[in-house]
């Protein structure tokens, strides 16, 4: 584990708790992995590019799909996957808070 991956995971838990007033925990949560994920897609396709002769102003020679199933290194998996579980123990936990908030309550 490396920088990024904390940096990812402290990204990810601000977008989710930014969303939070106008949307429940688990949708936060996804559109705060859903970001990341497509900057992870982004990347790869830039990588993709790079590595076939590339240069600023042409077109990026790589397919439209390319870069969801190419590419992907343990480092970038890594960068979608421990927000993923941050932002669902997130979830996780305002779930347990809700029920036994319910539970008092009746």
Same mark, same amino acid.
């Given at each position: ?23 429940? @925990? ?25 590595? !076939? ?30 927000? @993923? ?14 029920? !036994?908030?319910?539970?008092? !309550?009746?």
């Amino acid at each position: 584990m490396n920088i990024t991956h904390l940096e990812h995971v402290i990204i990810a838990l601000i977008i989710q708790g930014a969303l939070l007033p106008l949307a429940s @925990a688990s949708v936060a949560g996804s559109i705060a992995v859903a970001l990341l994920m497509g900057r992870e897609i982004a990347q790869h396709e830039y990588r993709l590019g790079i590595q !076939r002769g590339w240069e600023w102003g042409e077109t990026l020679p790589v397919g439209i799909f390319e870069g969801v199933w190419r590419g992907w290194t343990l480092d970038s998996v890594l960068d979608v996957v421990l927000p @993923a579980l941050a932002c669902s123990l997130v979830v996780a936990v305002l779930s347990v808070k809700r029920r !036994r908030a319910l539970k008092q !309550r009746y």
